[in-house]
């Protein structure tokens, strides 16, 4: 399952946040400009000459649909050879943009560099999706970003007050600790409870216990990271704790 928390990015002691930061982050663009700052993750839907194209930008809210998408080279051809990212050649995120929803979908090859997904938008509103590639030969992921429409009656809801804890499927508890400092790279720890009782038997997905993205309020930049150490070898215990190193660009929400 999926667990949300509030508020984790806090101020710089002493400083304002600064554009960009100093840290690598996870699904950052990267600027080819000298010293021109990196783009935060998922602001682009084209970057370092991929492109993601889809063959449609609006859904019907409530009904499933056949998303189809490709990611297109610096060639303006589709993609058909990538890295795999934690067991996976493509990762796609739909978020509405008040966050009132998320799905983490992979979808299926269907030839030719096309990417399809069964895809159900819940309810009107203004959506973004993400996907996150690694296209064979380069030497980091790619996070794409594009606007999605689902037409109809829509009232933007606000955020709720941040939590530090959150309920999922009603036995579980997550809760995080630590707090990111922009510019700088920091720890939270998610530790998972079941009906108050340490989870120690958590079983792996997508090679990992524990899967972590980070939207920032306002324009839904993105991180997508994931835990220290891995299943299997050795020194990572699977629960109750999971420990993530992250950097963020910005304070906020």
Excluded: C
Aim: charged share 20%; hydrophobic share 35%.
């Amino acid at each position: 399952g999926a667990a949300g928390v509030g508020n984790i990015v806090g101020d710089p002691p002493g400083t304002p946040a600064e554009p960009g930061g100093g840290a690598q982050r996870a699904g950052a663009a990267q600027n080819t400009n000298a010293g021109a700052p990196d783009v935060p993750g998922g602001l682009q839907i084209s970057q370092d000459g991929y492109t993601l194209v889809p063959r449609a930008t609006t859904v019907t809210p409530g009904k499933r649909t056949d998303f189809r998408f490709t990611v297109t080279g610096p060639d303006g051809r589709p993609v058909t050879r990538y890295t795999l990212l934690h067991g996976k050649k493509l990762h796609f995120i739909v978020v509405r943009r008040d966050m009132t929803g998320f799905q983490h979908l992979h979808p299926v090859e269907a030839g030719g560099g096309v990417w399809s997904v069964p895809l159900t938008l819940p309810a009107a509103g203004a959506y973004r999706v993400f996907t996150d590639v690694r296209p064979a030969g380069e030497p980091e992921q790619l996070t794409l970003g594009m606007d999605l429409a689902a037409p109809g009656d829509y009232q933007p809801e606000a955020l709720p007050a941040a939590e530090r804890s959150a309920r999922v499927d009603d036995d579980y508890t997550v809760t995080v600790a630590g707090t990111l400092v922009p510019g700088k790279t920091g720890k939270l720890t998610l530790s998972v409870r079941e009906d108050g009782r340490p989870v120690t038997d958590l079983q792996p997905y997508l090679e990992a216990y524990g899967h972590l993205v980070v939207l920032r309020a306002g324009d839904l930049a993105y991180l997508h990271v994931h835990p220290e150490g891995a299943p299997g070898d050795g020194t990572t215990d699977p629960g109750p704790d999971i420990t993530f190193s992250a950097a963020v660009p910005s304070a906020g929400a």
